[in-house]
């Protein structure tokens, strides 16, 4: 890893107001999307943004925290006045009950599950190519084709969905019209699932 990707800045871009991230290697990447950062990936250039439409102090509560994930692992963030904290925070985050959190710890560039999971794909590809019997070989084609095509796609689309979510802020429309709870309702109750019974031998 080069030493210039231990160095990351943080602040806010004075012609677009948005609250920028440039620099740093996957692992920061991964901390920054996990602390609500958007990737934006340009033709010679990545770097990340806050999401839209948030305020001030949202803002700065966001770029603060990530500051603090950052540091505590040692990376060296030039950071605004604004968004400097002497505080180290661990970045790790379990999955948490919002569909964009869940969908980043799937993306996350650096250590997602999808990530482990095309490496798992790889090291399982080429122990099949060295097992030596006849069906190995194609049986890694496969498994390489599924890691370098297959993968790819979903790792892509799901983080186009993650990007777009991340941008949205509003509760659910659905959660609007949630019943208020009681002991008694008349509400009609939607058709029961199936129950679905084993096949018998």
Same mark, same amino acid.
Request: net charge negative.
């Given at each position: 890893?080069?030493?210039?990707?231990?160095?990351?800045?943080?602040? &806010?871009?004075?012609?677009s107001?948005?609250?920028?991230?440039?620099?740093?290697?996957?692992?920061?990447?991964?901390?920054?999307?996990?602390t609500?950062?958007?990737?934006?990936?340009?033709?010679?250039?990545?770097?990340? &943004?806050?999401?839209?439409?948030?305020?001030?102090?949202?803002?700065?509560?966001?770029?603060? &925290?990530?500051?603090?994930?950052?540091?505590?692992?040692?990376?060296?963030?030039?950071?605004d006045?604004?968004?400097?904290?002497? =505080?180290?925070?661990?970045?790790?985050?379990p999955?948490?009950? $919002?569909?964009?959190?869940?969908l980043?710890? $799937?993306?996350?560039?650096?250590d997602?599950?999808?990530?482990? $999971?095309?490496?798992?794909?790889?090291? =399982?590809?080429?122990?099949?190519?060295?097992?030596?019997?006849a069906?190995?070989?194609?049986?890694?084609?496969?498994?390489?084709?599924?890691?370098?095509? &297959? $993968?790819?796609?979903?790792r892509? *689309?799901?983080?186009?969905?993650?990007? *777009?979510?991340?941008?949205r802020?509003?509760?659910?429309?659905?959660?609007?019209?949630?019943?208020?709870t009681s002991?008694? =309702?008349?509400?009609?109750?939607?058709?029961?699932?199936?129950?679905?019974?084993?096949?018998r031998?």
């Amino acid at each position: 890893m080069a030493f210039a990707d231990r160095f990351l800045t943080l602040g &806010r871009d004075e012609h677009s107001g948005e609250v920028l991230a440039r620099g740093g290697d996957p692992e920061a990447h991964s901390i920054l999307q996990r602390t609500g950062f958007v990737p934006v990936v340009r033709l010679h250039e990545t770097y990340h &943004r806050l999401p839209i439409g948030l305020d001030i102090a949202e803002e700065e509560r966001l770029a603060a &925290r990530a500051v603090a994930r950052l540091r505590a692992v040692r990376y060296h963030v030039d950071a605004d006045d604004a968004f400097d904290t002497e =505080t180290r925070e661990a970045h790790y985050q379990p999955l948490g009950a $919002l569909v964009a959190d869940a969908l980043t710890e $799937l993306t996350a560039s650096h250590d997602g599950v999808l990530i482990a $999971l095309g490496e798992v794909l790889t090291a =399982t590809a080429a122990f099949y190519q060295g097992l030596g019997q006849a069906p190995d070989p194609h049986t890694a084609k496969r498994l390489q084709y599924l890691g370098e095509h &297959r $993968l790819g796609v979903i790792r892509s *689309d799901l983080t186009h969905t993650r990007n *777009d979510l991340a941008d949205r802020h509003q509760n659910h429309p659905s959660a609007a019209r949630a019943p208020p709870t009681s002991g008694r =309702t008349n509400a009609k109750l939607p058709p029961s699932a199936p129950v679905l019974h084993p096949r018998r031998a």
